[in-house]
């Protein structure tokens, strides 16, 4: 049986799709901030067979939950303080996003304008359809990685 500590103050990433934990470690740069972070893979899970999970020991202030939505909405955000959960964050797809997925229109103002925000509009719910808010381009990839 693994043991990994309790947490102080931070939060777990609970239900990530198995495999994905370090491309979320990536997507939401925790590799830059100055704090413990621990990945589990491929951990037993009742709900989804295998899962992976992190945590991560720093003030959830530092989390985008906008980018962790967008990448899954399905995974839980669990908050910790004085070592017991405190708080549980379900997340939902964000109305909008900034500087997370780029533009491939070559056509779009984004393509000619380096400084410029690439912003993606969240356009169907339903189907989870994200289009520039310049062009309308589309957003093709899998978000889900």
């Known amino acids: 049986m693994l043991n990994v500590g309790a ?3 931070g939060y777990v990433l609970d239900h990530i799709k ?5 491309t979320i470690y990536h997507d939401l740069q925790l590799d ?3 704090c413990t972070v ?17 945590k991560v020991e720093c003030p959830i202030e530092k989390l985008d939950l906008d980018i962790l939505g967008f990448i899954d909405h399905n995974i839980t955000v669990n908050i910790i303080k004085d070592e ?16 997370v997925i780029k533009c491939k229109n ?6 000619i304008e380096q400084g410029l925000d690439h912003i993606f509009i969240l356009a169907d719910p339903e189907k989870e359809v994200y289009r520039c808010k310049y062009c309308e ?5 899998k978000r889900n990685k």
């Open 18 to 22: 198995a495999g994905k934990a370090m």
């Open 106 to 111: 070559p056509r779009c103002i984004t393509s």
């Open 84 to 99: 017991k959960i405190v708080e549980k964050k379900e997340l939902k797809l964000p109305k909008q996003i900034v500087n």
């Open 38 to 54: 621990a990945i589990i893979k491929n951990a037993r899970s009742n709900k989804m067979g295998k899962k992976d999970i992190i």
């Open 7 to 9: 947490l102080r103050e």
């Open 32 to 34: 830059k901030l100055d």
């Open 137 to 141: 381009e589309k957003y093709r990839g």
